[in-house]
Structures are given as structure tokens and as C-alpha cells.
């Protein structure tokens, strides 16, 4: 039981330093976005990629807050509840509204596509266990009602 308490809270430690990681990239994002152009000297990559970047921040704020949801629930010893179902499938949007956000770069950058199709992994991975909470949800509930 101790031992599943601190990976609770060191998770919760690593989500609040996402927070702080996605406040330094929104603020550095201009300078870092700067250096890449000129590291591969092409002054066309900066505008999309900084619509880029910073269309991607709403997803990842919603997804961290989500996520920190779900992690205090399942502190609470409440994992198998319809809010995390609801917290698992709005994470996976996060990770699809990603992919489709890095869709616009890939076009200039190929390479981004990696991005995509890594996104729209972890998305259908998250709808699978999203699948898996769902039915336990259902499984506890009958459970509960259950003499």
C-alpha cells in the first residue's frame, strides 16, 4: 500500500514538472524556434512551426489536468468511477487533436509525421484502456447492486 503511494505522488511530482516544462517551452519557444531555423538555415520553418508548437499547448494543458484527475482519484482509492473513464477518453482527444495539429507541419517537414503517427498511437492505446475502465466501471457497479 506504501509502495503505491509514492508512485502516486512521484507521478503527481512529474505531471506538476510538465506544467513547469510546458510554461518554459511556451515562453522559450520563440528563441528555440529561432536557433533550429538557423541551424538548418531555412527562415520559412519558423511561422508554422511556432503555430505549430503553440496550438499543441491547449491539448497538453487539458491532458496534464486530466491526468492529475485521474492520479488524485485513484489516490482517493476510487480508480474503477465513470470520471476517470471520462479523464482517460479526454486524453486520448489530447493525444489525437495533437496529431492532427502536427498534420499542418508534417506537410512542410516530413519528419513531423513521426509526431502524428506517435500521437495517434498513444491515443488508441488510451481509448483501449479507456474500453478496459469502462467495463470494470460496469462490473463494479453491477457488483454493488449485487445482495
Same mark, same amino acid.
Given at each position: 500500500?506504501q509502495h503505491k503511494d509514492k508512485s502516486i505522488i512521484l507521478s503527481q511530482i512529474i505531471i506538476k514538472i510538465c506544467?513547469?516544462?510546458?510554461?518554459?517551452?511556451?515562453?522559450?519557444? *520563440?528563441?528555440?524556434?529561432?536557433?533550429?531555423?538557423?541551424?538548418?538555415?531555412?527562415?520559412? +520553418?519558423?511561422? *508554422?512551426?511556432?503555430?505549430?508548437?503553440?496550438?499543441?499547448v491547449p491539448p497538453a494543458v487539458c491532458a496534464l489536468v486530466c491526468l492529475d484527475i485521474l492520479l488524485n482519484n485513484?489516490?482517493?482509492?476510487? *480508480?474503477?468511477?465513470?470520471?476517470?473513464?471520462?479523464?482517460?477518453?479526454?486524453?486520448?482527444?489530447?493525444?489525437?487533436? +495533437?496529431?492532427?495539429?502536427?498534420?499542418?507541419?508534417?506537410?512542410?517537414? *516530413?519528419?513531423?509525421?513521426?509526431?502524428?503517427?506517435?500521437?495517434?498511437?498513444?491515443?488508441?492505446?488510451?481509448? +483501449?484502456?479507456?474500453?478496459?475502465?469502462?467495463?470494470? +466501471?460496469?462490473?463494479?457497479?453491477?457488483?454493488?447492486?449485487?445482495?
Open positions: 500500500m506544467y513547469a516544462g510546458l510554461l518554459a517551452c511556451c515562453i522559450l519557444a *520563440p528563441r528555440l524556434v529561432l536557433g533550429y531555423s538557423r541551424e538548418i538555415d531555412d527562415e520559412t +520553418v519558423i511561422l *508554422p512551426l511556432l503555430i505549430t508548437l503553440y496550438a499543441c485513484i489516490r482517493k482509492n476510487n *480508480p474503477f468511477i465513470m470520471q476517470n473513464v471520462i479523464m482517460l477518453r479526454v486524453i486520448s482527444y489530447c493525444c489525437f487533436a +495533437v496529431g492532427a495539429i502536427f498534420i499542418y507541419f508534417s506537410i512542410l517537414r *516530413p519528419f513531423a509525421f513521426a509526431i502524428v503517427f506517435a500521437a495517434g498511437f498513444f491515443g488508441v492505446i488510451l481509448r +483501449v484502456v479507456k474500453n478496459c475502465f469502462r467495463q470494470a +466501471v460496469e462490473i463494479r457497479e453491477e457488483n454493488d447492486f449485487t445482495v
